[in-house]
T-cell receptor
Framework: GAVVSQHPSWVICKSGTSVKIECRSLDFQATTMFWYRQFPKQSLMLMAT?????????EQGVEKDKFLINHASLTLSTLTVTSAHPEDSSFYICSAPRWDRGQMNTEAFFGQGTRLTVV | AQSVTQLDSQVPVFEEAPVELRCNYS??????LFWYVQYPNQGLQLLLK??????LVKGINGFEAEFNKSQTSFHLRKPSVHISDTAEYFCAVSRQGDYKLSFGAGTTVTVRA
């Protein structure tokens, strides 16, 4: 089946530093990827849609200058949390829909997630 | 916009007993419906999905769900649970043709021997 790999699986960083999270589609090309955020004991909230070759689309209330998204190739999207603060500590998950025979598959495959802790 | 309500935040259940997780949704357009499972510190795994056709959908690990359009529900069931079914379960919805998912708050299933 389709696989989406996310790296790192966990990271601890100091307040004020930046952290980059990678999301790769391993056996298919993904022109679109999605980034979600999950707070402890809560559901996933969509942060942004990453589009290959163009700017990301952010959901309302998400700071685009703080959460930088780059989708430079058909298999890689990155989320950079800039100037991280403790309130940015969360579980970040990416997903990628797969195109099958010219039609987008109706399933989005998820990465393993990245647990970010800012101290 | 779509929204999802999972009616039970926690469901304790004994091993080999049946379980039902309730999910209701609201949307002004046609939707796809999904159930995902999340094990601790892991990503999401798709259990099953409803796109169209038969309202009874069978998924992996013995789970099934029934789409009820009149009640806007998509409840998940398993006739006999195992200890390994202990996890967080999320109901999700997307507009047809769109792949942004709106998730419910999740239901924690704890299976005890």
């Amino acid at each position: 089946g389709a696989v989406v790999s996310q790296h790192p699986s966990w990271v601890i960083c100091k307040s004020g530093t930046s952290v980059k999270i990678e999301c790769r589609s391993l056996d298919f090309q993904a022109t679109t990827m999605f980034w979600y955020r999950q707070f402890p004991k809560q559901s996933l909230m969509l942060m942004a849609t990453s589009n290959e070759g163009s700017k990301a689309t952010y959901e309302q209330g998400v700071e685009k200058d703080k959460f930088l998204i780059n989708h430079a190739s058909l298999t890689l999207s990155t989320l950079t949390v800039t100037s991280a603060h403790p309130e940015d500590s969360s579980f970040y998950i990416c997903s990628a829909p797969r195109w099958d025979r010219g039609q987008m598959n109706t399933e989005a495959f998820f990465g393993q997630g990245t647990r970010l802790t800012v101290v | 916009a779509q929204s999802v309500t999972q009616l039970d935040s926690q469901v304790p259940v004994f091993e080999e007993a049946p379980v039902e997780l309730r999910c209701n949704y609201s949307s002004s357009v046609s939707v796809y419906l999904f159930w995902y499972v999340q094990y601790p510190n892991q990503g999401l795994q798709l259990l099953l999905k409803y796109l169209s056709g038969s309202t009874l959908v069978k998924g992996i690990n013995g789970f099934e769900a029934e789409f009820n359009k009149s009640q806007t529900s998509f409840h998940l069931r398993k006739p006999s649970v195992h200890i390994s079914d202990t996890a967080e379960y999320f109901c999700a919805v997307s507009r047809q043709g769109d792949y942004k998912l709106s998730f419910g708050a999740g239901t924690t299933v704890t299976v005890r021997a």
